[in-house]
């Protein structure tokens, strides 16, 4: 019995141009990448989007590009596996952009502790706290 996304993934390339307004090829090939690369990869990475044939995934930083590019075919087996041939022919591998931390957000906001206070000198620990401030000024609005 064929699996529901060799299904889907082949009425998408069938007859109608590849065309769907119920799933688009892209959502299929994304949601097959986990499958194809088990859960521990998939929390690693991320499929972003599917251009042509080429499935575009986000990973961590170089080390983790490389390392997966080795696997490539390895992996564009286990992608054709789960949604059958055609769909994905090649895999792109990017470098994540940097995201915001939330403990930013948190010190941002004040709620955090003054990481000032863990420097034993008093006189770094004040000159610490003057240099932050004023950087701090500096990037608030006018």
Known sequence: MDQASRIIARSLLGESG?????????S???RAWKRAVGPKLAKRTKAMKLVRETLVVEVEDE???NNLWGFRKQILANLEKALG?????DVEFRI?????????????????GDEASEIADPGLRR???????????SRRPA
């Not at 041939?85 to 022919?89: A, H, I, K, N, Q």
């Not at 994540?96 to 955090?112: N, S, T």
């Open 18 to 26: 590849g065309n769907s307004d119920i799933v688009s090829r892209e």
């Open 28 to 30: 299929v090939a994304c």
């Open 96 to 112: 994540m952009p940097p995201r915001r931390e939330p403990e930013r957000a948190a010190f941002a906001l004040g709620q955090m």
């Open 63 to 65: 080390i983790w590009r």
């Open 127 to 137: 000159n610490y706290r003057r240099a932050r401030d004023r950087e701090a000024a």
């Open 85 to 89: 041939p055609g769909l994905v022919r």
